[in-house]
């Protein structure tokens, strides 16, 4: 079946007469002076709501247009604050950077005075091997700055290692914590023998190995100071290494093996002093590969 057609008035009529309907209004209030009565209603239903609504809508755009001024302000005064961060971030670092090169200047000028009979050489660590710990590291001294192969390094709290290697301005040094580190050493306040050796597993808990002590009276304890011996090869005497951690016996009930807590914190260096007088060579048997 087809539909019925359904009669429609174009909208541009619709729009016609209600203009008509207005502009006649108009007139007939203008020309009677015609306000009261039922313009007044219709003006009442219709026309107030209308600038009601007109006024909700101008106060909302007004709203929004506050809003948007007020959310741009605020985006360029966060921006401002988010540089001004930066900026006192950075001064930050740079203020905490230059503390702690005061504070390791502090400490090598207080080694240098603690070893004051020595003479020394300030480096800067260039370079190192993979890894957290600086068991083998570059120095930025060599042969031109009078740097030499079995030079002693120190830094921090004590001994750091022996220079290994050695070019125009650089230098090669094994730290004491390396693997391939066999130190002679002594108990401080009784001179009794013992040896360091480097163990980078150890290291990780921040200790190294003690061995070969002989200590029959029993007298050391945890704590006391280890220092390099008088019979090392290539140490000069009395350089702080460490201090004791744990000590027990070994099986031949004759000597103690344990570990020691470096003097040095070998997961932070970066300036090193080298001890540019070598050790003078002894020939004994008694030091067993040691240095």
């Known amino acids: 079946m087809r539909r019925k057609n359904r009669t429609t008035i174009p909208s541009k009529y619709i729009l016609f007469a209600v203009t008509v309907l ?10 009677t002076n015609f306000d009261g009565g039922p313009l007044n209603v219709v003006s009442g239903y219709v026309l107030i709501p209308v600038q009601k609504g007109m006024n909700a809508v101008g106060g909302w755009a007004r709203d929004k247009a506050d809003n948007l001024e007020d959310l741009k302000k605020v985006r360029s005064e966060n921006q401002a604050l988010q540089e001004q961060v930066a900026e006192l971030t950075l001064e930050n670092n740079a203020l905490l950077q230059e503390r702690y090169e005061l504070e390791e200047l502090k400490n090598l000028y207080q080694l240098d005075k603690d070893y004051s009979s020595l003479n020394k050489i300030a480096a800067n660590v260039i370079g190192k091997d993979s890894g957290n710990w600086f068991h083998m590291f570059i120095i930025d001294k060599g042969t031109d700055d009078g740097i030499q192969v079995d030079m002693n390094v120190i830094a921090g ?3 750091v290692g022996i220079v290994t290697k050695v070019g125009p301005d650089w230098a090669q040094v094994r730290s004491i914590i390396d693997d391939m580190s066999n130190v002679s050493a002594m108990i401080l306040k009784n001179s009794d023998l013992c040896y360091v050796r480097g163990d980078l597993q150890m ?13 029959e009276d029993d007298e050391v304890v945890q704590g006391d100071k280890v220092v390099t011996s008088y019979a090392s090869a290539k140490y000069h005497e009395g350089i702080l290494i460490g201090y004791v951690n744990e000590l027990s016996t070994d099986a031949n009930n004759l000597t103690k093996s344990g570990s020691l807590t470096p003097a040095v914190d070998f997961e932070h260096l970066s300036t090193v002093l080298v001890i540019t007088d070598l050790k003078q060579q002894v020939n004994t048997d008694d030091l067993n590969s040691a240095e």
């Open 203 to 215: 290291i990780t808990e921040g200790t190294l190995q003690l061995n070969q002590l002989r200590d």
């Open 22 to 31: 207005c502009i006649g209004t108009m007139s007939l209030s203008f020309l």
């Open 157 to 159: 709290g004590g001994l």
